[in-house]
T-cell receptor, first 114, second 114 residues
C-alpha cells in the first residue's frame, strides 16, 4: 500500500522567512496530493492541493511542487507570519475512482516567531 | 453553508464500555470517511462509505469497530468494549462525487478511555 514520509517533523522560522516541508510517496499510481493545516484542537483544513498532471501550483504565499519521477512533493510558504504556526500534513491518494482514502504523513509542526 | 459536524466533541469512557460517535456530513456529499488520529500523528483511514454502502473497511483495527450510514447521510462509528489503545481523535470527512478527492473534515471527537 501507499506510504507517505514527511520531513522535517518540526520547523522553526523567523517571521518573514520561508518555510519548506517535503514529502515522499511510494505508490506511483497516486495522483492527488493535498496539504492540510491543523491548528491545536481544530479540524484539518485544506490549504492547497495538486494533481499529477501539474508540476507546480501557487496560491498567494503558498506553493506546492510535484516531482512524479522522484515521487516527492513539497510545500513552500513565503513571508511567514505568526498565524502560519500550526501542524501541516501532506497526503496522497489515487483518484481513479471517487472515495479513495487519503494516506497522510506524520505532520510537521511549524513555529513562526515574531 | 454548514460544514461537517461531529458529536460528541469529547467522550470519556471506562475500559470495556461501548461508545457511539456521530458524523453529519455536508449535505449532498456522497462520500464519507472515518479516520483515527493518535496524538502527534497524522490521520489514519478507518472506513469509507459511498452513500449508504460501506465500500472499504480495511482500516478498521479490530472487529470491535463498526460503522454505519443507513440512509446515506449521517454516519455512526461504534466501538465496542473500548480499550485504552482506542484513545484518539476520530475524524469524519465528506467529499462530493467528483473525479478528485477533496475531503472536508469535521472537528473530530476526542475519545479518552480510562
Amino acid at each position: 500500500g501507499e506510504n507517505v514520509e514527511q520531513h522535517p517533523s518540526t520547523l522553526s522560522v523567523q517571521e518573514g522567512d520561508s518555510a519548506v516541508i517535503k514529502c515522499t510517496y511510494s505508490d506511483s499510481a497516486s495522483n492527488y496530493f493535498p496539504w492540510y493545516k491543523q491548528e491545536l484542537g481544530k479540524r484539518p483544513q485544506l490549504i492547497i492541493d495538486i494533481r499529477s498532471n501539474v508540476g507546480e501550483k501557487k496560491d498567494q504565499r503558498i506553493a506546492v511542487t510535484l516531482n512524479k519521477t522522484a515521487k516527492h512533493f513539497s510545500l513552500h510558504i513565503t513571508e511567514t507570519q505568526p498565524e502560519d504556526s500550526a501542524v501541516y500534513f501532506c497526503a496522497a491518494s489515487k483518484t481513479n475512482q471517487a472515495g479513495t482514502a487519503l494516506i497522510f504523513g506524520k505532520g510537521t509542526t511549524l513555529s513562526v516567531s515574531s | 453553508g454548514a460544514g461537517v459536524s461531529q458529536s460528541p466533541r469529547y467522550k470519556v469512557a471506562k475500559r470495556g464500555q461501548d461508545v457511539a460517535l456521530r458524523c453529519d456530513p455536508i449535505s449532498g456529499h456522497v462520500s464519507l470517511f472515518w479516520y483515527q488520529q493518535a496524538l502527534g500523528q497524522g490521520p489514519e483511514f478507518l472506513t469509507y462509505f459511498q452513500n449508504e454502502a460501506q465500500l472499504d473497511k480495511s482500516g478498521l483495527p479490530s472487529d470491535r469497530f463498526f460503522a454505519e450510514r443507513p440512509e446515506g447521510s449521517v454516519s455512526t462509528l461504534k466501538i465496542q468494549r473500548t480499550q485504552q489503545e482506542d484513545s484518539a481523535v476520530y475524524l469524519c470527512a465528506s467529499s462530493p462525487w467528483t473525479a478528485y478527492n477533496e475531503q472536508f473534515f469535521g472537528p473530530g471527537t476526542r475519545l479518552t478511555v480510562l
